[in-house]
């Protein structure tokens, strides 16, 4: 079946950086836009990335712009997020989602924290 697993959260101190993992099974994922969201406590699910099939193409919210990398590694069905200078408002539950909208197939993972504090 289709699974998502987020590694690499964790607790760090504003300026500090974090890689985010995402593994990938189950389904095609080259065939896939892969994204990151993220969700702060009391707030919506927001968009913070996302990588297209061909890696060329990548899209970052205004927010995470210059300091937020994603990529891509086909070979081993895994997306990474790369977060430098991390600040307090980003702190969230990041969700790893793979997409195909031509087919309305939309899959999440189960997140994993962020939480950046001095």
């Known amino acids: 079946q289709v699974q998502l697993v987020e590694s690499g959260g964790g607790l760090v101190q504003p300026g500090d950086s974090l890689r985010l993992v995402c593994a990938a099974s189950?389904?095609?994922?080259?065939?896939?836009?892969m994204g990151w969201f993220r969700q702060a406590p009391g707030k919506e699910r927001e968009f913070v990335a996302r990588?297209?099939?061909?890696?060329?193409?990548?899209y970052y919210a205004d927010s995470v712009k210059g300091r937020f990398t994603i990529s891509r590694d086909n070979a081993k069905n895994t997306v990474f997020l790369q977060m430098n200078s991390l600040k307090p408002e980003d702190t969230a539950v990041y969700y790893c989602?793979?997409?195909?909208?031509?087919?309305?197939?939309?899959?999440w993972g189960q997140g994993t924290q962020v939480t950046v504090s001095s």
């Open positions: 989602n793979a997409a195909r909208t031509v087919y309305g197939d939309d899959f």
């Open positions: 189950g389904f095609t994922f080259s065939s896939y836009v």
């Open positions: 990588i297209s099939t061909n890696p060329v193409a990548k």
